[in-house]
Every structure is written in C-alpha cells, then in structure tokens.
T-cell receptor, first 112, second 116 residues
Framework: SQQGEEDPQALSIQEGENATMNCSYKTSINNLQWYRQNSGRGLVHLILIRSNEREKHSGRLRVTLDTSKKSSSLLITASRAADTASYFCAVSSGGGADGLTFGKGTHLIIQP | EPEVTQTPSHQVTQMGQEVILRCVPISNHLYFYWYRQILGQKVEFLVSFYNNEISEKSEIFDDQFSVERPDGSNFTLKIRSTKLEDSAMYFC??????????????FGPGTRLTVL
C-alpha cells in the first residue's frame, strides 16, 4: 500500500528561517496534499499538487513533487512563530472517493 | 468561508456502548469521509461515501462501524459496541468531487472519543 512518510520527524528553527520538510511514498499517485495540524486540533489543507505537476506555490509555501523518486517537499519561507504545528503529507491514488493515506508528520517548532 | 463541522467536540463513553459521531459537510460537496487519529499516531482512513453508499473502506472499518447520511446535511459515524482501542480523534472530511479526482479534502475539527 502507498504511504506518505515525512522527514524529519521534528524540526526546530529560528523565526525568519526557511523550513523544509520531505515526504516519500511507495506507489503511483494521482495527487499529493499537505496539511497542517496545530496541537489537538483539526487538519488544515495547505496545498495540493497533481502528479503531472512539478512545483506549486501558495504564499510562503512552495511544494515540489518528483514522481520518479516518489518524493515531495514542502518549503515554508520566512517562518513565523504561528507556523509551529505538525505537517502531514497525504497521497491519493486517484478515483473519485479514494481515501487519503497520511504520513506520520513532521513536528515543526519555530523559535521566536 | 464554508467549513466542515463536527459534534460533539468530545465524547466520553463506557466500553460496549454505542456512539454516534456527527458531521455536517460543506453543502455543495459530494464525497464524504471519516478518518481517525489515535493519540500520537498518524491519521488513518476509515471510509468514504458517495451517492448514498460506501465507496471505499479500510480494514479498520469492520462490522462495528457504520455510516449514514440521514438527511441532506448530516453525515454520521456509528460505532456499535465501543472498545478501549476505539479511543481516538475522529475526523470527518468532504470534497467537491466532479469529473476529476484532484479535489482537496476539507477536514472538520474532529471529535475526541474517549472509551473508558
């Protein structure tokens, strides 16, 4: 079964620095999505990248996808204390109602 | 901005009891989902629902689980006889659907289920 697996498991950086999180998966996908989860809260959708796309931007977020390596990265530029959260990638194999397969997440801490 | 809502935010129940978790998906969405997240673990897919029937379910979604869309707005998850290991955060999600499968899934805030 396909899986999204993020690394690192935890990342602590200074405010203003860039944060990069990686995700790997095992099988072919239709799209890959990144979500943020603040402690004990729900999942907030950040960005979706399709399997035929290589890079996508949204505000301070930049996502890349390399289907040959079955990997994706999420870059948050100019980090802020409010970016402190867990970040998950989730993959979809396609089909209208397919469920997402999530990774274990990267816990990002932004030091003020 | 429209959002997925879930009630209750926290449910405490005794082992063996039935629970119903409720969700109101975004109104023009066609696909509905339930996920769970055991404390400290990753989010796991349970079931998807489209056109008033289950589309896909995971191995977690056994006979103790059922889903229903009793009216035009609510989407429920029932656990018939809860076990201690059912304690988790349960998330509802929905997506627009349509001809493509690229649509984002939007998640509700979750219901924390505690089984004693």
């Amino acid at each position: 079964s396909q899986q999204g697996e993020e690394d690192p498991q935890a990342l602590s950086i200074q405010e203003g620095e860039n944060a990069t999180m990686n995700c790997s998966y095992k099988t072919s996908i239709n799209n890959l999505q990144w979500y943020r989860q603040n402690s004990g809260r729900g999942l907030v959708h950040l960005i979706l990248i399709r399997s035929n796309e290589r890079e996508k931007h949204s505000g301070r977020l930049r996502v890349t996808l390399d289907t040959s390596k079955k990997s994706s990265s999420l870059l948050i530029t100019a980090s802020r204390a409010a970016d402190t959260a867990s970040y998950f990638c989730a993959v979809s194999s396609g089909g209208g109602a397919d469920g997402l397969t999530f990774g274990k997440g990267t816990h990002l801490i932004i030091q003020p | 901005e429209p959002e997925v809502t879930q009630t209750p935010s926290h449910q405490v129940t005794q082992m063996g009891q039935e629970v119903i978790l409720r969700c109101v998906p975004i109104s023009n969405h066609l696909y509905f989902y339930w996920y769970r997240q055991i404390l400290g673990q990753k989010v796991e897919f349970l079931v998807s629902f489209y056109n008033n029937e289950i589309s896909e379910k995971s191995e977690i979604f056994d006979d103790q689980f059922s889903v229903e869309r009793p009216d035009g707005s609510n989407f429920t998850l029932k656990i018939r006889s809860t076990k201690l290991e059912d304690s988790a955060m349960y998330f509802c999600a929905s997506k627009v659907g349509g001809s493509g499968s690229y649509n984002e899934q939007f998640f509700g805030p979750g219901t924390r289920l505690t089984v004693l």
